[in-house]
């Protein structure tokens, strides 16, 4: 009969679609489950990344706050060392005024007795006279040397000076920089750690929402392909009842 074979054929399309649908539906919960997997991998090197910028930022900070103490003991004790440069150069000025008024005042009395030793015709009183002249000439000698030393001192002490003049200002200035670069590296380390906390707080809530995706999944395959089987067991059953009553 044209209408019962119609029916037959209409059943096993739907069959034939049940089975494709089963097919389809059979390990959906396991691609679920990968595809969760990859997105919790993808996650899980995201905060691998981000614990290693923290933890950079973090020697960096440490770095540059070492680098601050150094330079701050270092502008300290270049501080007091031109202080006392200073100290001693401004002591110098007058030891060496001294000296120089001492000088010239032997020299005027050497220059006063030689003067009378040439008019002195004796000999003993010249020979005393030239043993005062040599004993003012070995202090005047003295005197020159100290002077020499006082000049080399001075010398030093001014070119230690303008050296530290120098040296001061630019360890300031990159104790000024360093101190730059630590704010800005404490607040990166700040926005960091709060982006860390973040992605922690959705990935919680990410791992929440993929297990319930995954019950749900795994649900619904379970039902899915139980109603399939039933549909396609009382299919069959029709067709059989069909293929019986051509039969007959």
Known sequence: MP?????????VNIKSALNDYNIDISGI?????????DILQKS?????????????????IAKLKSKIDEL????????QEKAQCEQEFEASKPQLEEKQ???NSLKAEISQMEKVLAEIENAEMKA???????QLKQELS?????????HEMISKLEGRLSQLSKEIPEAKSEKAKAEDELRKEQKRLELLKNKEGRMKSALNKLNDNINTLLSASKSFETRA???TEKTSANIGKCMDAIDEYLSS
């Open 44 to 60: 899980a090197d995201e905060m691998k990344k981000i614990a290693n910028e923290i933890r950079e930022s973090e020697q960096k």
């Open 3 to 11: 209408g019962v074979n119609v029916s037959r054929d209409a059943l």
């Open 128 to 134: 005393s006279i030239q043993r005062q002249v040599n």
């Open 142 to 150: 003295s005197v020159e040397l100290e002077i020499s030393q006082l």
């Open 72 to 79: 701050t003991e270092r502008i300290f004790k270049l501080t």
């Open 29 to 37: 919960s396991k691609r679920v489950q990968q595809c969760t997997n």
């Open 225 to 227: 392909t139980s109603q």
């Open 101 to 103: 008024r001492e000088a």
